[in-house]
């Protein structure tokens, strides 16, 4: 999953810099499920995937994301993470989480996220309101 990984973080790139989910979307099978930290049920299939990555994109005004140590194998791909930049409503946010890819090298068939969602919930909360704040995330297992 070596290709496909690195295509993955390429588009998430092009999501974070152009807000285009096209080339994201792109990457995942049409049955693909996502999941990501603090929902209960994932999203899937074709709008399923757009829908995932748009509402994670538009709560930031700027996101940029390093992406530290990434395992590969036939079918899983585990990429470790720093995410910082700003939220819409002007805080400023770091925080660090793992994300799991699986497939193969021509389509994605899953995508997990394990962060702690309550960094990027405390921030977005209308009380924080303008201004900064930062925090880490650590991952749970």
């Known amino acids: 999953m070596h290709g496909i990984t690195e295509r993955f973080i390429e588009a998430l790139e092009v999501l974070h810099d152009e807000r285009q ?5 792109s990457l995942f099978a049409p049955d693909a ?3 990501r930290a603090g929902e209960t049920l994932p999203l899937g299939g074709g709008v399923g995937v757009e829908e ?3 509402s994670y994109r538009e709560v930031f005004a700027h996101v940029e994301t390093t992406f530290g140590h990434t395992v590969t194998g036939e079918d899983v791909a585990l990429l470790e993470w720093v995410s910082e930049g700003s939220l819409t409503n002007g805080a400023d946010f770091r925080y660090t989480g793992v994300s799991v890819l699986e497939g193969d090298e ?4 899953g995508f997990r996220s394990y962060y702690d969602s ?4 405390r921030l977005s909360s209308p009380r924080h309101g303008t201004g900064t704040g930062t925090g880490t995330g650590t991952v749970e297992r």
């Open 52 to 54: 995932f990555w748009l």
């Open 21 to 25: 989910v096209g080339p994201l979307v």
């Open 118 to 121: 309550a960094i990027i919930a």
């Open 33 to 35: 499920e996502l999941h």
């Open 106 to 109: 021509q389509s994605l068939t």
